[in-house]
């Protein structure tokens, strides 16, 4: 059974401070894997996917990574804003299915 | 990109009564669609796989006849939560898979039930 741990499970930084979220799963047998954001009561909102067969994918300020051989992704968030204050979620697919990780709370403090 | 809309955001009930959530891809189609749950500062916990035109395929532990799962077309799958109890209380969640050649999941905005 596929099991993702997130950590650290919550983060406070001062803005502009760059960042390192992680993401370690136990079957390396996935899909693809997939951060997303979730604000407080709200659903969630794709930041980055990356294929199995890919090291890492960039968009902006974010760069994730994955080394699907030891289990383990980052996300890199540079310059950090206040505006990134929300729960990051990482979900891997070995299938159809989805799993996702614990989440990581963060918070940057203007 | 692609939009999944869910609706409502938020719906509070009475104990016994029934609930729909509603799950649209707006501007595309999708084939599969799935419906997670979330506890409070908990990850989301799928409850249930919603083919078109088929059964739905349940998780584990999660009652059929408790939560049913209709995907009549191809952009809208439906969630009741039948004589809803305080428990069910939660936070729900849709997404659906763009097939193609990232395939991507896109997740509804949730909906919140309280049921009282």
């Known amino acids: 059974k596929q099991e993702v741990t997130q950590i650290p499970a919550a983060l406070s930084v001062p803005e502009g401070e760059n960042l390192v979220l992680n993401c370690s799963f136990t079957?390396?047998?996935?899909?693809?894997l997939q951060w997303f954001r979730q604000d407080p009561g709200k659903g969630l909102t794709s930041l980055l996917l990356i294929q199995s067969s890919q090291r890492e994918q960039t968009s902006g300020r974010l760069n994730a990574s994955l080394d699907k051989s030891s289990g383990r992704s980052t996300l890199y968030i540079a310059a950090s804003q206040p505006g990134d204050s929300a729960t990051y979620l990482c979900?891997?697919?070995?299938?159809?299915?989805?799993?996702f990780g614990t989440g990581t709370k963060l918070q940057v403090i203007p | 990109g692609a939009v999944v809309s869910q609706h409502p955001s938020r719906v509070i009930c009475k104990s016994g009564t029934s609930v729909k959530i509603e799950c649209r891809s707006l501007d595309f189609q999708a084939t599969t669609m799935f419906w997670y749950r979330q506890f409070p500062k908990k990850s989301l916990m799928l409850m249930a796989t919603s083919n078109e035109g088929s059964k739905a395929t349940y998780e584990q532990g999660v009652e059929k006849d408790k939560f049913l799962i209709n995907h009549a077309s191809l952009t809208l799958s439906t969630l009741t939560v039948t004589s809803a109890h305080p428990e069910d209380s939660s936070f729900y969640i849709c997404?659906?898979?763009?097939?193609?050649?990232?395939?991507?999941?896109?997740f509804g905005s949730g909906t919140q039930l309280s049921v009282l």
């Open positions: 997404s659906a898979r763009l097939a193609g050649s990232n395939e991507k999941l896109f």
């Open positions: 979900a891997v697919r070995p299938d159809q299915k989805v799993t």
């Open positions: 079957d390396s047998a996935i899909y693809n």
